[in-house]
T-cell receptor, first 111, second 111 residues
C-alpha cells in the first residue's frame, strides 16, 4: 500500500515563477514530513521538513505547508530557478524509523 | 568529510549469485538505512540500524541481510540474487530519526 502519494509525475514552470509540488498521505500517524531533492546519478538530498504540530515552515525560497485535516502537504519554490530542476520526493515518518517516500515529481524550470 | 560512500557504483549479477553492497559513513551517525528505488517509484526501506549491533527490518527486507559491527559500516548482503532485485540501492545515515544523508547509490542488475 502506498501511504505517501505524489500524483503529478512531472511539472514544468518558467524561471522566476512559483513551483508548487503536492503530496498526499493516508496514515494519520505520520508526525514528521520531509522533502528531498534528487539529481540524476546522485542520492537524494534533504531540502526542508515540517513537524505535524506546525502548518508552515520556511527556508529561503522554499516553503512547506501542511494541512493535517486534508492529509496534504505542498512545497512552494519562489522564485524558481533552472538549478531547481530535479526530482522532488515527499517523505513521511511516524513513531519509528520507517520513512515512507512518494514516487517523486520531476520539476523542470525553463529559462 | 566524505559523508556516505557506497561501493560498487554498478554491478551486474547472474541469478543465484551473491554479493555485498558496502556502505560507510564518516559523520559518526547512529542511524543507518538501506533503501531500494525501482523505476518510477519512491524509495523503499529494506533494513535500518539504530546503532552498532542493532538492526531491524524495513518495508521490503525479503532476500536481504545486514550487519552493523561498527558505527561507520552497514553492509547489505544479497544471498541468492533474483531479477526482482534489479534496482538502485541507496544507503543513508542520520543523527536523529529525521534528516537522512544519502550516498550516491549502487545500480544493480540481475540477469
Amino acid at each position: 500500500d502506498q501511504q505517501v502519494k505524489q500524483n503529478s509525475p512531472s511539472l514544468s514552470v518558467q524561471e522566476g515563477r512559483i513551483s508548487i509540488l503536492n503530496c498526499d498521505y493516508t496514515n494519520s500517524m505520520f508526525d514528521y514530513f520531509l522533502w528531498y531533492k534528487k539529481y540524476p546519478a546522485e542520492g537524494p538530498t534533504f531540502l526542508i521538513s515540517i513537524s505535524s504540530i506546525k502548518d508552515k515552515n520556511e527556508d529561503g525560497r522554499f516553503t512547506v505547508f501542511l494541512n493535517k485535516s486534508a492529509k496534504h502537504l505542498s512545497l512552494h519554490i519562489v522564485p524558481s530557478q533552472p538549478g531547481d530542476s530535479a526530482v522532488y520526493f515527499c517523505a513521511a515518518l511516524y513513531n519509528n524509523n520507517d520513512m515512507r517516500f512518494g514516487a517523486g515529481t520531476r520539476l523542470t524550470v525553463k529559462p | 568529510n566524505a559523508g556516505v560512500t557506497q561501493t560498487p557504483k554498478f554491478r551486474i549479477l547472474k541469478i543465484g549469485q551473491s554479493m555485498t553492497l558496502q556502505c560507510t559513513q564518516d559523520m559518526n551517525h547512529n542511524y543507518m538505512y538501506w533503501y531500494r528505488q525501482d523505476p518510477g517509484m519512491g524509495l523503499k526501506l529494506i533494513y535500518y540500524s539504530v546503532g552498532a549491533g542493532i538492526t531491524d527490518k524495513g518495508e521490503v527486507p525479503n532476500g536481504y541481510n545486514v550487519s552493523r559491527s561498527t558505527t561507520e559500516d552497514f553492509p547489505l548482503r544479497l544471498e541468492l540474487a533474483a531479477p526482482s532485485q534489479t534496482s538502485v540501492y541507496f544507503c543513508a545515515s542520520s543523527e536523529r530519526r529525521d534528516t537522512q544523508y544519502f550516498g550516491p547509490g549502487t545500480r544493480l542488475t540481475v540477469l
